[in-house]
């Protein structure tokens, strides 16, 4: 049940918009093509069963967990905007 001028299943759709987005960014950011033997940003070695288990892996584990830590700080968009917005 939709309240106000929004249509039944607008919040379902919001949330099934979100997802897709968040899931199509995932997507993006996965490695592709041949893996490299050596990280790309330190040189360490890269181990053969990292290289073997992440296709198209460019970075060795301590620079990919800086990396992660970096992406972690994208929060996306609030589709609905602020409550405040709303109420005005």
Do not use: F
Not at 15 to 30: C, G, K, N, V, Y
Not at 50 to 77: F, N, P
């Amino acid at each position: 049940m939709a309240g106000g001028w929004a249509s039944d299943g607008a919040v379902q759709e919001q949330i099934d918009s979100s997802i897709e987005d968040a899931i199509q960014r995932a997507r993006s950011q996965l490695p592709t093509g041949e893996s490299l033997t050596h990280c790309e940003e330190c040189d360490a070695p890269i181990p053969l069963a990292r290289r073997e288990a992440i296709k198209g892996v460019r970075l060795c584990i301590l620079c990919q967990s800086e990396h992660d830590k970096h992406q972690a700080t994208y929060a996306g968009y609030n589709r609905r905007g602020s409550k405040d917005s709303q109420l005005r």
